[in-house]
T-cell receptor, first 112, second 112 residues
Framework: EDKVVQSPLSLVVHEGDTVTLNCSYEVTNFRSLLWYKQEKKAPTFLFML????IEKKSGRLSSILDKKELFSILNITATQTGDSAIYLCAVTSYNAGNMLTFGGGTRLMVKP | NAGVTQTPKFRVLKTGQSMTLLCAQD?????MYWYRQDPGMGLRLIHY???????AKGEVPDGYNVSRLKKQNFLLGLESAAPSQTSVYFC???????????FGQGTRLTVV
């Protein structure tokens, strides 16, 4: 059974801090890993990673995948209160009928 | 841009009652999904569809049924609601398999 574990469960930082969120996985026939940000309602897509060692970057957010060690990290630099959200990691595999398998999420709170 | 629309947004049911959640997408996506989100457990796949007229079971299908009579709509039914089905339900769609999914705003269902 595919498994995705995120850590920490929750995190409280102050504006301007840098945070690192972790996602480890056990997936048969891994295909991709995706990061989502969930504020009050619908998760919104951040990144998809398929190749190991390649960094995806969007503004202050960046993510990297390590396919050998089976994990990904999401970095947020110079955090802002608007970064407060639940960050979800999900993986997909090549197995037939296997869709997005999500981790439990990391709840990030950024204080002014 | 409507994207993925879910109705209703909130609902309270009594144990044993039935209801249908409607999901509509206007992006001409082939793939549609129903997830439930419970505290600390991330998103778990209930059922999904790979095209009009097709449905398949996900990780937690028991107690739910689905139908995809039209490409743009994906219905989730609860025939006899139970308190364990109290959750937030998300519908999502994607253009192709294994890529980013777009989520609706969620339906908060409480079964008393």
């Amino acid at each position: 059974e595919d498994k995705v574990v995120q850590s920490p469960l929750s995190l409280v930082v102050h504006e301007g801090d840098t945070v690192t969120l972790n996602c480890s996985y056990e997936v048969t026939n891994f295909r991709s890993l995706l990061w989502y940000k969930q504020e009050k309602k619908a998760p919104t897509f951040l990144f998809m990673l398929t190749s190991s060692g390649i960094e995806k970057k969007s503004g202050r957010l960046s993510s990297i995948l390590d396919k050998k060690e089976l994990f990904s990290i999401l970095n947020i630099t110079a955090t802002q209160t608007g970064d407060s959200a639940i960050y979800l990691c999900a993986v997909t595999s090549y197995n037939a009928g296997n869709m997005l398998t999500f981790g439990g999420g990391t709840r990030l709170m950024v204080k002014p | 841009n409507a994207g993925v629309t879910q109705t209703p947004k909130f609902r309270v049911l009594k144990t044993g009652q039935s209801m249908t959640l409607l999901c509509a997408q206007d992006m001409n996506h082939e793939y549609m999904y129903w997830y439930r989100q419970d505290p600390g457990m991330g998103l778990r796949l209930i059922h999904y569809s790979v095209g009009e007229g097709t449905t398949a079971k996900g990780e937690v299908p028991d107690g739910y049924n689905v139908s995809r009579l039209k490409k743009q709509n994906f219905l989730l039914g609860l025939e006899s609601a139970a308190p364990s089905q109290t959750s937030v339900y998300f519908c999502a769609s994607s253009l192709v398999q294994y890529t980013e999914a777009f989520f609706g705003q969620g339906t908060r269902l409480t079964v008393v």
